[in-house]
């Protein structure tokens, strides 16, 4: 697909923290040392995360206004989103917006930021 996301980073000083952060939180394997530029990463220090199988294009939203800080942001589909906030708090990450319901579109979503910084998305079913 033309135009798509295709790829996410999360780039931290500690990136041995951070793997073990997302494998806790979401079950992510990702060994370090997959090839990347050096002006991203350290070598040894980069991995991959692998896709889940079956899954499609990434959607993705534009919006704000008057008021809205801006940012950039990624959502991981969970289960439960209260939970996976309270589970990320629980790892030395940090809520910066609890579980909101969008009404119109069945979801429930959230942020935190990771033990880097790290602005990251939840969403799951309303």
Not at 28 to 52: E, H, L, N, R
Request: charged letters at 15%; a negative charge; aromatic letters at 8%.
């Amino acid at each position: 697909m033309v135009n798509a996301v295709v790829h996410v980073e999360l780039i931290g000083p500690e990136p041995e923290r951070l793997r073990a952060f997302y494998a806790a939180l979401f079950g992510w394997d990702s060994p370090a040392g997959a090839p990347v530029a050096d002006a991203i990463s350290a070598p040894s220090s980069y991995s991959f995360i692998d896709p889940v199988d079956g899954a499609g294009p990434v959607a993705g939203g534009i919006g704000g206004g008057p008021g809205f800080a801006a940012h950039a942001v990624f959502y991981v589909g969970v289960d439960d989103v209260a939970a996976t906030l309270q589970q990320a708090e629980e790892l030395g990450g940090r809520v910066v917006l609890p579980p909101q319901r969008n009404e119109g579109g069945g979801v429930t979503v959230g942020h935190f930021r990771d033990p880097a910084g790290n602005l990251v998305g939840v969403a799951g079913q309303a």
